[in-house]
């Protein structure tokens, strides 16, 4: 149960980070390397 739900953090706390580095990438003409 405690992997499981520190999976689940993770997942949730990565997605909005994707899609903050897709913007910035959108933004930018060269993406930046992460």
């Known amino acids: 149960m405690v992997k499981t ?3 689940r953090m993770e997942e ?3 997605t909005p980070y994707l ?3 897709t913007e910035r990438i ?3 003409p060269i993406p930046s390397p992460i």
Request: charged share 40%; aromatic share 0%; no cysteine.
């Open 12 to 14: 949730r706390s990565a």
């Open 19 to 21: 899609e903050l580095v």
């Open 5 to 7: 739900k520190e999976m």
């Open 26 to 28: 959108n933004e930018s």
